[in-house]
T-cell receptor, first 114, second 114 residues
Framework: GNSVTQMEGPVTLSEEAFLTINCTYT??????LFWYVQYPGEGLQLLLK?????DKGSNKGFEATYRKETTSFHLEKGSVQVSDSAVYFC?????????????FGKGTLLTVNP | DTGVSQDPRHKITKRGQNVTFRCDPI?????LYWYRQTLGQGPEFLTY????????KSRLLSDRFSAERPKGSFSTLEIQHTEQGDSAMYLC????????????FGSGTRLTVV
């Protein structure tokens, strides 16, 4: 079956530090990959996506590249801000399986200190 | 249309009581999903509607849970005879046929069973 594995948190950084959150996946078909962000007390917001191998998704200074050879989709940001403090979820949609269900990782809590 | 709306935002109920949550999706989205998120975990799929038809139910959805989407518009999720293990965030999301673009999530309903 499909699965997503994220690096365990929590991750605590100082403002302007470099961020990497690792994500690897297992899928039966050719998945699309997503990063969602959840701010305290809120629902999930789509941060970025990539639909095929070697695609790079980017938004708000965050980037992730779809690496089929390593089945990875690591999230990076060059300089984090306090406002980036949130929980980040990696997710996949597998067109070869149920074509409507998103499979999520457990989430990684990021705290950015001033 | 400002997005996916869920009501209520918070619900505290006594064990054994019935609760009902409502979700209003984005009006042009024909797909609607319910997910459950427990503390420290990623969202887990519960059920999926395409228009008014409920096409899949997760085995997480016991007989005490029922979901409806009359007329393919809003949806309700009812939990009968609540148990403490039902305490979680219940997330609703909607999408068009192209799930590859990701869902739009609501802010969720946080249920606490005491």
């Amino acid at each position: 079956g499909n699965s997503v594995t994220q690096m365990e948190g929590p991750v605590t950084l100082s403002e302007e530090a470099f961020l990497t959150i690792n994500c690897t996946y297992t899928a039966t078909g050719y998945p699309s990959l997503f990063w969602y962000v959840q701010y305290p007390g809120e629902g999930l917001q789509l941060l970025l996506k990539a639909t095929k191998a070697d695609d790079k998704g980017s938004n708000k200074g965050f980037e992730a590249t779809y690496r089929k050879e390593t089945t990875s989709f690591h999230l990076e940001k060059g300089s984090v801000q306090v406002s980036d403090s949130a929980v980040y979820f990696c997710a996949l949609w597998d067109s070869g399986g149920s074509n409507y269900k998103l499979t999520f990782g457990k989430g990684t809590l990021l705290t950015v200190n001033p | 249309d400002t997005g996916v709306s869920q009501d209520p935002r918070h619900k505290i109920t006594k064990r054994g009581q019935n609760v009902t949550f409502r979700c209003d999706p984005i009006s042009e989205h024909n797909r609607l999903y319910w997910y459950r998120q427990t503390l420290g975990q990623g969202p887990e799929f519960l059920t999926y509607f395409q228009n008014e038809a409920q096409l899949e139910k997760s085995r997480l959805l016991s007989d005490r849970f029922s979901a409806e989407r009359p007329k393919g518009s809003f949806s309700t999720l009812e939990i009968q005879h609540t148990e403490q293990g039902d305490s979680a965030m219940y997330l609703c999301a909607s999408s068009t046929d192209g799930t590859v673009y990701g869902y739009t999530f609501g802010s969720g309903t946080r249920l606490t069973v005491v």
